[in-house]
């Protein structure tokens, strides 16, 4: 969670500002919204998220607060209202004495959330495990049929942070894309179809592997600006495909909260 300890890029007073005006206008607008506008409520709300997990962290040293004292546990409720998965959780574990009942988790098919603070864990049932901080908004967690192939697919967005030579900043992304198959030619072409989806060629493999058995590649986008880190492994049956990318500036100054996750990644045998 090192890039918690980052200047956070909001002021308690600039949240409580933009709080007052965001919260009111998702009352009014969220079931409603096109999917841009949606996505620029989702990003305002973590860049509030963001700025009070880390103005929390630099005045207490704590990385999740023992009780809500600057109203997180609201933001996450209104995280959920935007049809994102988990902010219920993070929002009971902050204010457990709240009535009202959590709507569904939203992960489907073979995964399931949960939350300890301040990480929550996803499980597959094919035998894989990612813990992530709870700052990370979490974009899709789901099984679904793509090309064919029964896929789980997760999508993470980690801290906002300034970008490199150029105004404004972004959030970086984690994206895990997995598989069963007890077949070598078919883990072959699942990860060979990935790696092709997001321009990464052999050229851009690196000697290092990050962790244990896997590939490593990393390429630079010049046309998008973009930087991306790709892991590939395999474990027993299970085959995934792993990227980081983000814009100057926030590749680098999210990268470590990446490292974590991958470092974390657990499987386990599944009895058939």
Do not use: C
């Not at 409720?77 to 959780?89: E, H, P």
């Not at 974009?139 to 049929?145: D, I, L, N, Q």
């Not at 970008?163 to 900043?169: A, F, I, L, R």
């Not at 851009?204 to 058995?213: H, W, Y």
Request: proline share 6%; charged share 25%.
């Amino acid at each position: 969670m090192k890039p918690l300890m980052s200047a956070p890029p909001l002021s308690i007073e600039e949240v409580r500002y933009h709080r007052r005006e965001l919260l009111p206008y998702i009352d009014s607008s969220a079931t409603h919204l096109s999917q841009d506008d949606l996505d620029t409520a989702r990003e305002r709300l973590y860049l509030l998220i963001g700025s009070v997990a880390r103005a929390y962290r630099a005045k207490t040293k704590r990385p999740f607060p023992a009780r809500d004292t600057l109203g997180l546990a609201q933001l996450f409720d209104y995280s959920s209202r935007l049809g994102l998965v988990g902010g219920s959780l993070v929002a009971r574990a902050l204010a457990p004495a709240t009535k009202e009942p959590p709507p569904p988790i939203g992960a489907t098919g073979k995964l399931a959330l949960s939350f300890a603070a301040p990480a929550f864990t996803l499980r597959s049932e094919r035998g894989w495990t990612i813990r992530f901080p709870y700052y990370f908004m979490i974009g899709t967690a789901e099984t679904s049929t793509m090309h064919f192939v029964d896929t789980d697919v997760v999508l993470l967005s980690t801290l906002l942070a300034p970008h490199w030579g150029m105004p404004g900043g972004s959030q970086a992304t984690l994206l895990f894309v997995a598989t069963s198959s007890a077949s070598a030619d078919r883990s072959d072409r699942f990860l060979q179809f990935w790696l092709e989806q997001f321009g990464i060629e052999k050229k851009d493999e690196l000697a290092d592997t990050l962790v244990g058995d896997s590939r490593h590649y990393r390429r630079f986008d010049a046309d998008a600006k973009m930087h991306k880190e790709v892991v590939t492994l395999r474990r027993g049956p299970v085959v995934m495909f792993v990227q980081y990318s983000g814009l100057p500036g926030t590749f680098e100054a999210n990268r470590e909260d990446f490292l974590d996750v991958l470092r974390g990644l657990r499987f386990t045998a599944v009895a058939k």
